[in-house]
């Protein structure tokens, strides 16, 4: 099992450039999440999925898009690049809903800067 | 004033020591409080999880919450230089997807 992978680990874009983060997971979980951790600032919430083709938006979902068409992949766009948007995403599943949701695997994260 | 206050440190103390973490909140409808813990560059990881009030311990750790206070703790005891890491604090106010994450502590055990 390799649990929650990401893709890349590392990047940095030019203002205005878009790029898909890419996460995988292979617990066959069904919920999945994407979050931002900027220093000193704790997890945000971008984006979050309850099942293949079903996704809403979460706390600060402004530039970003997701979507679901599998269990197993949840990419996120970044589209029209922002220094704001310098941050580390982390992607995550959980099981499904009550307790198990509580359990949420990370990612391994991806290290973005917009310059 | 942010939902759920964190103080980041860092914390140093020496290898053996009991160690206090704490975080506060705002919102009552807080029920479910999780513990994270998150090593440099790896994503955070479940460590305890707490329902409403009420200590619960496992192995050297203990999570305890205080909900008249909205204050939650972990402590952990014989403290490990492995144990070195950022602590984070989650809570949610129902059975749903949604937590609330404090900023995180960042803990040193020194051997």
């Known amino acids: 099992n390799a649990g929650v992978t990401q893709t890349p680990k590392f990047r940095i874009l030019k203002i205005g450039q878009s790029m898909t983060l890419q996460c995988t997971q292979d617990?066959?979980?069904?919920?999945m999440y994407w979050y931002r951790q900027d220093p000193g600032m704790g997890l945000k919430l971008i984006y979050y999925?309850?099942?293949?083709?079903?996704?809403d938006k979460g706390e600060v979902p402004n530039g970003y898009n997701v979507s679901r068409s599998t269990t197993e992949d949840f990419p996120l766009r970044l589209e029209l690049a922002a220094p704001s948007q310098t941050s580390v995403y982390f992607c995550?599943?959980?099981?499904?809903?009550?307790?198990?949701?509580?359990?949420?695997?990370f990612g391994p994260g991806t290290r973005l800067t917009v310059t | 004033q942010k939902e759920v206050e964190q103080d980041p440190g860092p914390l140093s103390v020496p290898e053996g020591a009991i160690v206090s973490l704490n975080c506060t909140y705002s919102?009552?409808?807080?029920?479910?409080f999780m513990w994270y813990r998150q090593y440099s560059r790896k994503g955070p990881e479940l460590l305890m999880y707490?329902?409403s009030s009420g200590n619960k311990e496992d192995g050297r750790f203990t999570a305890q919450v205080d909900k008249s206070s909205k204050y939650i703790s972990l402590f952990i005891r014989d403290s490990q230089p492995s144990d070195s890491a950022t602590y984070l604090c989650?809570?949610?106010?129902?059975?749903?997807?949604?937590?609330?994450w404090g900023a995180g502590t960042k803990l040193i055990i020194k051997p």
């Open positions: 919102n009552s409808a807080f029920q479910y």
């Open positions: 707490t329902y």
């Open positions: 989650a809570m949610s106010a129902r059975s749903n997807y949604q937590l609330i």
């Open positions: 617990m066959n979980h069904n919920y």
């Open positions: 995550a599943s959980s099981l499904g809903a009550g307790r198990s949701s509580y359990e949420q695997y």
């Open positions: 999925s309850v099942g293949a083709g079903i996704t």
